[in-house]
Every structure is written in structure tokens, then in C-alpha cells.
């Protein structure tokens, strides 16, 4: 699977941005997918995932009511809305797929599952 990430950006304290992220595969709706984020000098963290049907979702308990993840499998589409964003959300952000047909699960496990990492967009709040 590959995996284009975009929709990164600059924005002040309580903004909003979306993340978006392309999916190029034939079977896309058989992927548990997922965003993480890296800041500087902190490990990789699981924000949220959402499983194959989108009818399964997890949230970290730092975005729970700030953020939404969505997919729309007949586009191979997976996104992230991020509202009321905080200099703390400050990171790279990472899409990434599960390995195939794999429960939401493995995603959200102490040591992930990762079939597929996207490139990773920038996203500064600034304060």
C-alpha cells in the first residue's frame, strides 16, 4: 500500500486543519487505518484509527472531542479533522495501514502492526 499524505500547515491555538490521506491499493476497504504524530524528541504516538468499515474508532485521550478520523473506502481516502488545535498537537503526522485484514486492534496495540507508513506532513500551532 502506498500511502500520500497531505494537508499539513501553519495555524493559531484553537484553529482547525484536515489531514488527508490517499491510499493507492486495490482492496483499500481491507486495511485497518490510522494517523500518528511525531514531535521533536518524543516517540511516535497512535492519535487515531479507524477500522476497515469505519464503523470502529480510536481516539488517544488527548484529541477525544477535538479530533475526527474518517474514511471513504470508495475513494481510497482516510482523513483526520483536527478542531480546537493546541501548540501541543505540534508534529508530524503520519497516515499509516494496518497489515491486511487485520482488526483496528494491531493498530492500537503498545507495538503496532504497521503494513504501510505514508511520508508524514507538518503541522505547527502556534500559540
Known amino acids: 500500500v502506498q500511502l500520500q499524505a497531505s494537508g499539513g500547515g501553519l495555524v493559531q491555538a484553537g484553529g482547525s486543519l484536515r489531514l488527508s490521506c490517499a491510499a493507492s491499493?486495490?482492496?483499500?476497504?481491507?486495511?485497518?487505518m490510522g494517523w500518528f504524530r511525531q514531535a521533536p524528541g518524543k516517540e511516535r504516538e497512535l492519535v487515531a484509527a479507524?477500522?476497515?468499515?469505519?464503523?470502529?474508532?480510536y481516539y488517544a485521550d488527548s484529541v477525544k472531542g477535538r479530533f475526527t478520523i474518517s474514511r471513504d473506502n470508495a475513494k481510497n481516502t482516510v482523513s483526520l479533522q483536527m478542531n480546537g488545535l493546541k501548540p501541543e498537537d505540534t508534529a508530524v503526522y503520519y497516515c499509516?495501514?494496518?497489515?491486511?485484514?487485520?482488526?483496528?486492534?494491531?493498530?492500537?496495540?503498545?507495538?503496532?502492526?504497521?503494513?504501510?507508513w505514508g511520508q508524514g506532513t507538518q503541522v505547527t500551532v502556534s500559540s
Open positions: 479507524i477500522s476497515w468499515s469505519g464503523g470502529s474508532t
Open positions: 499509516a495501514a494496518g497489515s491486511p485484514f487485520e482488526s483496528i486492534g494491531t493498530l492500537i496495540r503498545p507495538k503496532p502492526d504497521i503494513g504501510s
Open positions: 491499493v486495490r482492496t483499500f476497504e481491507d486495511y485497518a
